[in-house]
């Protein structure tokens, strides 16, 4: 089989779903475990595990001004709780995981998107 890349296709915070930018490339780290190795005097070593939460960064959004996409984006970064995003891939794929905005939130008027990233408990799943 042969790897498929590209840009995110969709995106769906909190029920609600937004068109991404193509030109915008994202990073996605699927969450868990991150593990380091430990030394001891005597040459052993031991585990050392940090969790990780999952996230998307560098995601740009058609920021559409009659639908209010940017304040509805920002009203979820008001949020004191964790709300659901899937996220389809250009192969296809399709991640959930429970999230919230994280980082600036940010909208550039010549190519009419906002930008922002995601990061969640657990990790992310595909579907």
Same mark, same amino acid.
């Given at each position: 089989?042969?790897?498929?890349?590209?840009?995110?296709?969709?995106?769906?915070?909190?029920?609600?779903?937004?068109?991404?930018?193509?030109?915008?490339?994202?990073?996605?780290?699927?969450?868990?475990?991150?593990?380091?190795?430990?030394?001891?005097?005597?040459?052993?070593?031991?585990?050392?595990?940090?969790?990780?939460?999952?996230?998307?960064?560098?995601?740009?959004?058609?920021?559409?001004?009659?639908?209010?996409?940017?304040?509805?984006?920002?009203?979820?970064?008001?949020?004191? *709780?964790?709300?659901?995003?899937?996220?389809?891939?250009?192969?296809?794929?399709?991640?959930?995981?429970?999230?919230?905005?994280?980082?600036?939130?940010?909208?550039? *008027?010549?190519?009419?998107?906002?930008?922002?990233?995601?990061?969640?408990?657990?990790?992310?799943?595909?579907?």
């Amino acid at each position: 089989m042969t790897a498929v890349g590209g840009p995110l296709v969709s995106l769906t915070l909190a029920g609600r779903p937004f068109s991404p930018d193509e030109a915008a490339e994202i990073t996605l780290q699927l969450g868990g475990d991150n593990n380091d190795v430990l030394m001891n005097g005597d040459k052993t070593g031991r585990l050392s595990k940090t969790i990780m939460p999952w996230t998307a960064d560098g995601i740009a959004i058609d920021n559409d001004h009659e639908k209010k996409d940017h304040e509805f984006i920002q009203d979820l970064a008001n949020r004191r *709780s964790f709300f659901p995003v899937v996220l389809g891939l250009a192969s296809g794929a399709l991640y959930q995981g429970d999230g919230q905005i994280t980082g600036e939130i940010s909208g550039a *008027s010549r190519s009419a998107t906002t930008t922002f990233s995601l990061k969640g408990t657990g990790t992310l799943t595909q579907q």
